[in-house]
């Protein structure tokens, strides 16, 4: 896969970054490879820039499981476990029918972010938000986290600083299987660079990225 590349590793998670832009020619629409949910949701989307992407995202996610499997991208299943908070269908995506590594998928704008862990994990990659949208983010976020944001003046050093916080709070969040259904001022992941907090049980790590984005995996418990 020639627009996937590992990333140098730390710790028990392996991740690699994916550019779903994937130029001439396109991935197509996944037909034979992707399965009827991850079909519908592409075929949903209203421009084609956003298919593609997701189409590319999924069958890197797809092939990476593989190669780990021995199996044929197409022949990865996909379930979902649980919620932790309501007990609904919509928890982590999982193996279906294949004992293997955790695994998690975030993509945003031309980049994908997979992880892979022997535990519990979740990975969150984010355009930086404009100077709106950080705003609205900063409203919430944990007290501790805004208490934080308060001491930081200049504007652009405070936008990274949100993203920052905010990747790592999607990371857990999705590690977690809650998603945003949990409130995002329920728990401190901080928003100083090389000092994330962690929920009990929990690490968190910054990834770095190309210009323009942010990233970050949270690692559960069971290492």
Known sequence: MDNVRELPASGPVRLWLVTTDPGSPPPGDG??????EESRRAAAFHF???RVRYVAAHLALRGILGERLGRAPGD???TRLPCPGCGGPHGRPALADAPGPHFSLSHSGDLALVALAPAPVGADVEELPSA????ELIAVLHPRERAELAAIEE???????VARAWVRKEAYLKGLGTGLSR???????????ASPGAPDGWSLRDVPMPGGYTAAVALGPGT
């Open 31 to 36: 037909a034979g490879v992707l399965d009827a």
């Open 48 to 50: 084609d820039r956003h």
């Open 76 to 78: 990865v299943r996909f």
């Open 132 to 135: 709106k949208v950080t705003e």
């Open 155 to 161: 504007a652009e050093e405070r936008r990274l600083a």
């Open 183 to 193: 409130g995002t001022d329920r728990d401190y992941v901080g928003v100083r660079a």
